[in-house]
Structure formats: structure tokens, C-alpha cells
């Protein structure tokens, strides 16, 4: 309890009256797990490594929060953008992102690789993936990447990165590109023994924050 109080952060008066006056803090929760960053175990405590760092933030300033359970991160981001949440977490920042949140500084760096089945050599880097079908979670920032850099690529929208890694498992799609942190976690938990990391992911590293809304 002496450790939590030295490491309190003292607010400037007008951000304190500002929380007191706001109430509690929406927080935009997922209910589709993205380990080992978010985890929902029966308890139906959030857990996870975002989990951790948000307890982190809430000790050192003391905020009520009030967690809004969302279906995806698509789902997320969207209540963020149209207002209805504050804030969420597991988020790298964009272009498009910019338009309408604040983020914090990162606090997890994950750098994107492509992920493919073992028996499929014809993918060996980024420019590989033109003409080819690839999984991404809707909402991520690997599908607007991708776009951004083959605007005819084929694009497998799902909500999970589980639903996302089982699809090229399983041929439906050719590849994967996303987080290294949570893909080789889940490659590994999940048996998915006929995929691997097979390139880097083109991309500058993927750095995890939390997002507040713009206006707030």
C-alpha cells in the first residue's frame, strides 16, 4: 500500500475538478480476447498485459472507471469514434485514428509479421501478398496498412485474430499479418502446428497505447 502511495501522481487542480466532474470513465472493453494483451477468464476479470497497465494508470491517478463491454475492437473503435466510450486500449496509432483520439505513449512495441502455412513457399515477404488472400481483424491497423499499400489486395475481414490465423490454417486464407506478440502466442496455445512466422510484416513496429477521445 506504501508503494502505491509513493508512485500516486499528483493531477493539476483544473484535471482533477475535470475527472470529478466527468464521472466515471468509459472504457471500451472487447469481449472477443486478444491474448496476451486482453483476457476475459471466467472470473470475468480483465486480465492481460493492457489489463495490467490500465490498473496501473487508474492506482496512480485514481479514477472511477467504467468498463463497457463492446462485441470486437472494430466495435471499439467505433463507439470511440461516434462518443459513446473514452477510452480504449490495445490500439496503435494511424492516420485515420488521429482524426479523432488522443493517444498515450506506448507502452508495448510488437512489430508486425506475416504469418503462413508451412507447406505454401510462394510467400516470402510483404510484396508477396499483392495478389493474395489475407486475413486481418477488422478494425486493425494491418488492414488499413495493407490497403494503403496494395489498394486491389484481397482482404479476409474477420473479428478475432483466432478467427483470422484459423482461416490460413485452414486455406481459406493465404496468409496472416499482425502483431508477432499475440499471433505466435496463439499459434502456440491453440495447436496450430502447420503455421509459422514466415517474413517480417512490412510495416514500421506496432506500438500498443490507450486512446482517449479527441474532444474530451
Do not use: C
Not at 469481449?31 to 480483465?46: I, K, Q, T, V
Not at 491517478?61 to 467504467?66: A, D, K, N, R
Not at 477488422?138 to 490465423?165: M, Q
Amino acid at each position: 500500500a506504501s508503494m502505491q502511495a509513493a508512485a500516486r501522481l499528483t493531477l493539476a487542480a483544473d484535471s482533477r475538478e475535470w475527472l470529478n466532474r466527468h464521472g466515471p470513465v468509459k472504457y471500451g472493453l472487447p469481449s472477443a480476447e486478444w491474448p496476451p494483451f486482453d483476457l476475459l477468464p471466467a472470473s470475468g476479470e480483465h486480465q492481460g498485459i493492457t489489463a495490467d497497465y490500465l490498473r496501473l494508470i487508474q492506482q496512480r491517478i485514481g479514477f472511477p472507471l467504467e468498463v463497457v463491454s463492446v462485441k470486437s475492437f472494430d466495435d471499439a473503435l467505433t463507439a470511440l469514434g461516434e462518443r459513446r466510450i473514452d477510452a480504449m486500449g490495445s490500439i496503435a496509432r494511424t492516420p485515420s485514428r488521429d482524426q479523432f483520439a488522443l493517444f498515450t505513449p506506448a507502452y508495448v512495441k510488437s512489430p508486425p509479421v506475416i504469418i503462413a502455412r508451412k507447406d505454401d513457399r510462394l510467400i516470402t515477404s510483404i510484396d508477396d501478398l499483392a495478389d493474395k488472400t489475407v486475413a486481418v481483424e477488422k478494425g486493425f491497423a494491418s488492414e488499413e496498412n495493407l490497403k494503403r499499400r496494395f489498394p486491389g489486395i484481397r482482404l479476409l475481414r474477420v473479428d478475432t485474430t483466432p478467427e483470422a490465423l484459423s482461416a490460413v490454417s485452414l486455406g481459406k486464407a493465404d496468409a496472416y499479418v499482425g502483431s508477432m506478440i499475440s499471433s505466435t502466442y496463439l499459434i502456440d496455445t491453440g495447436y496450430l502446428t502447420n503455421l509459422e512466422v514466415r517474413a517480417a510484416g512490412g510495416f514500421s513496429t506496432s506500438e500498443l497505447r490507450f486512446a482517449i477521445r479527441k474532444d474530451l
